[in-house]
Every structure is written in C-alpha cells, then in structure tokens.
C-alpha cells in the first residue's frame, strides 16, 4: 500500500489539475465588457458613459434621407432612441451600435447618414436620433437587443448600454424618411 499510495495521491492531483484547467475562463471572459441592461422596454439604462433609452422601433422596407436624396430597399429596423451623457460631455457620442438577435448581431448602419452614432451628447439633455439596421429578409420575429457603447470599437473592460425590444409585433412602413438627431426631445 506504501507503493500505491504516491501514485494514487498523483493521479489524484493530476485529475484536479484537468478539472482545474477545463473550468478556468479563458481571457475573452476578462476582456469583456460590463453589460448595463434596462429594466424592461422603454426604461433607461445608465452606464458610466451613457443613459440610453428606446423610444419606438419599426421594420421598413425603404429608408431614405431627404437632405442627401439618398434611399436604401430592404428589411430595415428602424431604432429611436433618446440618449444623454450622464457625467461629462467630453467624448459623449454613441460610437457602436449593434443589434443581437440570438446569436447573430449587426452593426447599424453608417450608409444614411443621419444616425444617431453621429450626434454629440449632452448632460441632463436628451438627444433623439434613429438607428437604421439592415437585415436578412428572414429576421422579423423573436426578441433582440440594443447595444451601445461610447468605444470606439468592441469595447474591452468598459460599459455597454443593454436596450431589448420585441420584433413580434412591431409595425412595418413602406417608408421612413431618417431625421437628423435633435437635441432636447424626447
């Protein structure tokens, strides 16, 4: 018994080595952000860098700017949303946007111009704008949610303002015509 027991006692140490190993997180878990979701629809969400809220949503199937005469066919969700700086307006602007549905996520899109991720925020003051994402034809249904973040890429260590929205029974217009962000009204 003598002989077997250091063997045993390394077998031992060894399997709690492969458990150990097997269960240790790898580093995107310590890069990822900090995700500050809302209380439920329409309810805010404050981050260290933003406060953000949806304020309506809707598919369309052409969106257009009227001042660049630019216009884009296609399955289009269209985000309104009411955002403010919480503490500082020094680099306050929605630099990402995403939309997760399940396991896909889009970015919105930059193509129109008049988006949201282009207006400057100001403290205690909301700031209206739109976000247009452009979808497969197949996406109309499920719950998805509204990610924004002040980094300038994927943030890394930061916050992330979680927005949801139900798709099931949002309206859909033939047309939407994307306004310029406005400043105090929400």
């Known amino acids: 018994m003598k002989r077997a027991l250091p063997w045993l006692i390394g077998a031992a ?35 260290r860098t933003l406060i953000a809220s949806v304020l309506d949503a809707s598919f369309s199937e052409r969106v257009t700017v009227a001042d660049a005469e630019w216009h884009a066919d296609g399955n289009w969700l269209v985000v309104t949303v009411a955002a403010s700086a919480p503490r500082t307006e020094v680099d306050a602007r929605i630099q990402l946007a995403t939309l997760v549905i399940g396991d ?28 247009a994402f452009e979808l497969p034809p197949d996406v109309r249904n499920g719950r998805a949610e509204v990610r924004l973040t002040t980094s300038y890429s994927t943030p890394v260590l930061d916050d992330v303002v979680v927005l949801p929205i139900s798709l099931e029974d949002l309206p859909t217009a033939n047309d939407v015509d994307l306004e310029a962000p406005t400043l105090g009204e929400s």
């Open 104 to 131: 896909r996520v889009f970015q919105s899109s930059e193509r129109p111009g008049n988006s949201m991720t282009e207006a400057d925020l100001r403290v205690g003051i909301d700031t209206v704008g739109t976000l």
């Open 13 to 47: 140490l060894a399997l709690a080595a492969g458990v150990i190993t097997v269960n240790t997180p790898g580093d995107e878990v310590y890069r990822a952000p900090f995700l500050i979701r809302s209380a439920g629809d329409g309810d805010p969400a404050t981050s």
